[in-house]
C-alpha cells in the first residue's frame, strides 16, 4: 500500500525571547498568575524582519537537512497559518519562491491550531493518491501580530513559531509499518464566538485582534481531544497503551494534563513545550515533534499521535508510525 512516510522535521524560533517577568513590564500581569493558569514560563515574539513565511522557510530548510534532500525533490507544499504575510498570495508559494521551487503545487490551510494537522491530512491524501511524491508540510506563525496587548487574559497565551515535515510516498507491505496509518478532522462552526479575530478583509478590512473565551474553549478542548484521539485508535485498532508518544497542540499545560488523564496516559508520554513556547498556533505540533525528534525520546519505530484543536472550531488527529 502507499503511505505518507515521514523523512525528516525541522523547527524555527524568533531570536527574542520574552519572559514572564519582561512581559509584565508592560501588561498586568506577573509571573506567577501566568505560570499558574497556563504552564507558561516564556514565549519567542517575531522581531523586526521576522515574518510567518521566514520562520517557515528556515524550518522548512531544517526539515530538508534532516531529511537528506532538497528542494528539487519537493512537489508540494501545504502550509498551515492563520497569520499569513499577506492576504494573498499564499504563504507557501512566498516559502516555495525563498527556497528556490517553482511549479508544483503550493498552497495554505487555515484551520488555526488544527492548521497543521488539516495541511498534514491534506499532503497525506494527495500523496496517497499519486499527485506528489515529495511533501513539505508546515505549520507556521507570528500570533504575536493579532494580539491584543492590552488583554491580559490572551497576550501572555501566544508565541511565534514554525514547523515542518517532510512526507514521502512510499510503498509499504507491512499494516503497521512505517508512515501515517490514520488521520480524523472535525470542525463545528456553531462555537466560532468563542476563539476568533474581531476584523477581516471582507467584514472591517483590517487584519482584527484576537478575541477568546477562556473557560468554554478549555471544556471543549478537553472532550474533542480526547474524543479525535479515540477515533484514531479505533480506526487502526490499537490502544492506549500501543502510544510511545502523544504530540499535542501546545495551548495550557493544564489542558494537556486534562487531555492524558482523560485518556489513562502518563505525562511521560506526552510532549510539553508550551511552558518554553507558549501556543504558537499551527506552529505548535511539528516545533514539539521536532524537538522530541532530534533530542532522542522519538525515534523510528515509534507510534505517535499528533493533535490539535483551534478556533472554528477545528479538532483533528492523526497517528504516525515514525
Not at 42 to 61: C, D, F, H, N, P
Not at 142 to 164: H, K, N, P, Y
Not at 201 to 223: D, I
Not at 279 to 284: C, F, R, Y
Request: contains cysteine; hydrophobic residues 40%.
Amino acid at each position: 500500500m502507499i503511505r505518507s512516510v515521514f523523512k525528516g522535521s525541522g523547527s524555527a524560533l524568533p531570536s527574542k525571547c520574552v519572559t514572564n517577568d519582561e512581559l509584565a513590564k508592560k501588561v498586568d500581569t506577573s509571573d506567577e498568575w501566568i505560570r499558574e493558569r497556563t504552564g507558561i514560563t516564556q514565549r519567542y515574539i517575531a522581531g523586526e524582519g521576522e515574518t510567518t513565511s521566514t520562520l517557515a522557510v528556515k524550518a522548512a530548510r531544517n526539515a530538508l537537512e534532516n531529511a537528506g534532500m532538497t528542494i528539487a525533490d519537493i512537489d508540494l507544499i501545504v502550509l498551515g497559518t492563520c497569520t499569513p504575510d499577506v492576504t494573498f498570495p499564499s504563504t507557501a508559494t512566498i516559502v516555495q519562491k525563498e527556497l528556490g521551487g517553482a511549479g508544483f503545487p503550493a498552497f495554505d490551510v487555515a484551520a488555526v491550531c488544527s492548521g497543521f494537522l488539516y495541511a498534514l491530512g491534506t499532503a497525506d491524501s494527495m500523496l496517497r493518491g499519486g499527485l506528489a511524491k515529495n511533501a513539505l508540510v508546515i505549520g507556521a506563525e507570528t500570533l504575536s501580530r493579532i494580539v491584543d496587548w492590552e488583554d491580559r487574559a490572551t497576550c501572555v497565551l501566544f508565541g511565534d513559531g514554525a514547523g515542518a515535515f517532510v512526507l514521502s510516498a512510499q510503498d509499504v507491505e507491512e499494516e503497521d509499518g512505517p508512515g501515517i496509518l490514520a488521520t480524523q478532522l472535525h470542525a463545528d462552526g456553531e462555537h466560532k464566538h468563542m476563539l476568533h479575530t474581531d476584523g477581516g478583509p471582507s467584514t472591517t478590512q483590517t487584519v482584527g485582534l484576537l478575541r477568546m473565551k477562556g473557560r468554554e474553549v478549555f471544556r471543549h478542548a478537553v472532550t474533542n481531544l480526547a474524543q479525535v484521539l479515540n477515533d484514531v485508535l479505533e480506526k487502526t485498532r490499537k490502544g492506549p497503551g500501543d502510544i510511545d508518544w502523544v504530540v499535542p497542540h501546545q495551548a495550557n499545560f493544564r489542558i494537556l494534563d486534562a487531555t492524558a488523564r482523560k485518556l489513562g496516559l502518563g505525562m511521560d508520554k506526552v510532549v510539553v513545550t508550551v511552558d518554553r513556547h507558549a501556543n504558537t498556533s499551527a506552529a505548535s505540533v511539528p516545533l514539539a515533534f521536532d524537538e522530541a525528534w532530534r533530542d532522542g525520546r522519538i525515534k523510528p519505530g515509534d507510534l505517535v499521535v499528533l493533535e490539535a484543536m483551534g478556533g472554528g472550531f477545528t479538532w483533528g488527529a492523526s497517528l504516525l508510525r515514525v
